[in-house]
């Protein structure tokens, strides 16, 4: 990397924003810096450059995005990197002053920008490659975890999302080259292995591989390790459903399911353009509960689309009901630079809030009675973070976090369960 820009002296913070993906990003960023020789440093106040590898996925995380770019600390040079460029760069250019900007997932291209802003320049690298070479260095920010990025892109062509702005189309790496990654991800102390991308159902397809494939080859690597598998959608885990539970069903893999289902009613999937029913969502949870009852579901919807009616409205709460999630990521409806949904007639703000406040009581409810099964179980824990009020989080197989009192990074501890709220179970330590 030296030879893409000698850095030496030069001090850059850089923070990260959004998903597991851009998060990967960032540490890839920061282990590229490092290796032109930058200093990373942990107080923006500290730096000469500051990098905000930002998230842009909603409108609300732009506005966000957009005040604290403002809010930066003055007489430093400043690079926006990440998804806001390629969203709404005029807005960034419009209402932000700064010195340089990247598209998503850079590595050469970050110290090049960095290498220039500090001569003065005012560098706009926005075409960055496809993908970035999978044997960048890193610079890890979670002891315990590493986040590996399986695929870039997607094959979906949703009514509301600017994201594909940003990423493109699909480009996954080969299974080699994830393997070797995750080797050395566990070599280096990772418990935890975080599998990433847009939507990893379709990681693969344009590869000559597929997601059931990729997860029956990382379980064979050697070491004491669990694997966390990222956003499913629907349409392209079903025809390798099957398989796809028999390999999630290995003890390497986290029982945790996520897969975003955004409404109940097939109406409103049509008009999103998600290539589902509602009735397709339920087939892969019915698939993967049968096999693994205990496993944990995660599922997204979006409230207040355009054209969504009561009825539409109630067959989303019947659907939840139904099926019942341990979470739900709940968004209100919000129009997207350049996508069809925003020329969509919207729904009266107060019709959206009311859903929404409905829907996440609902959703508070569900968490609770879920989490709330686990309370007297007993079992083994991976402590994988630091909490709150010096809590560490542990996860189980099932990726339930469970607070606990003792213990430490990347320990493996016995616990039980004694407590349980919407967002977090509490553990009691037991002699092992
Ligand atoms: S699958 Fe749909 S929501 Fe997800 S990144 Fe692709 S276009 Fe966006």
């Known amino acids: 990397m030296s030879s893409t820009g000698n850095l030496k002296a030069v001090r850059v913070y850089l923070e990260s924003f959004g998903c597991s993906a851009n998060m990967a990003d960032g540490e890839r960023m920061l282990g590229c810096l490092e290796a032109a020789g930058a200093q990373t440093v942990s ?19 732009e506005d966000r995005m957009i005040s604290l770019l403002k809010s930066a600390p003055k007489g430093r040079k400043l690079i926006v990197a990440g998804c806001l460029p390629l969203i709404n760069l ?38 960055v490659k496809p993908k970035p070479e999978p044997d960048m260095p890193v610079k890890t920010l979670f002891p315990v975890r590493r986040i590996i990025v399986a695929a870039y892109g997607c094959l979906g062509d949703c009514s509301f999302c600017c994201v594909k702005f940003a990423r493109g189309r699909l480009r996954s790496y080969s299974p080699e080259e994830i393997l070797k990654q995750v080797e050395r991800a566990v070599k280096a102390g990772a418990r935890e292995i975080w599998l990433t991308s847009q939507d990893l159902s379709c990681y693969g397809l344009d590869a000559g591989s597929n997601l059931a494939e990729l997860l029956e080859k990382v379980v064979e690597v050697e070491g004491d390790f669990k694997v966390r598998v990222g956003m499913m959608n629907p349409n392209h885990l079903l025809p390798i459903l099957k398989r796809t539970v028999e390999a999630f069903a290995h003890p390497k893999i986290f029982k945790f399911l996520h897969v975003p289902v955004q409404s109940g009613s097939d109406k409103v999937l049509r008009l999103m353009n998600r290539f589902y029913t509602s009735q397709d969502f339920e087939t892969v949870v019915a698939a993967f509960r049968r096999r693994l009852p205990d496993i944990t579901l ?19 709460i019947n659907l939840l009901e139904k099926v019942r999630p341990d979470i739900v990521n709940l968004s209100k409806f919000y129009p997207r630079p350049r996508t069809p949904a925003s020329r969509m007639e919207k729904l009266p703000t107060q019709v959206v809030k009311e859903r929404s406040r409905v829907l996440s009581k609902l959703a508070g409810d569900l968490a609770l009675e879920r989490n709330r099964k686990w309370v007297g179980w007993e079992g083994e824990v991976i402590v994988d973070e630091e909490g709150w009020k010096g809590n560490l989080i ?32 509490k553990g009691e330590i037991l002699a092992s």
Request: charged share 30%; with cysteine.
């Open 90 to 127: 005029e807005r960034l250019r419009r209402e932000v002053s700064f010195d340089g900007v990247v598209g998503p997932a850079p590595t050469s291209e970050i110290v090049e920008a960095v290498g220039r802003v500090v001569k003065g320049e005012k560098p706009a690298i926005l075409k």
């Open 298 to 316: 995660a599922t997204d919807i979006i409230c207040g689309f355009p054209g969504e009616t009561e009825e539409d409205f109630q067959q989303t």
């Open 43 to 61: 107080n923006p106040r500290e730096a000469d450059v500051l990098i905000y590898n930002t998230c842009a996925v909603k409108g609300p995380t």
């Open 394 to 425: 542990g996860r189980n197989y099932a990726y339930k976090p469970v607070a606990v009192s003792e213990g430490k990074l990347g320990e493996t501890v016995k616990v039980k369960i004694v407590a349980a709220s919407r967002y977090c179970l």
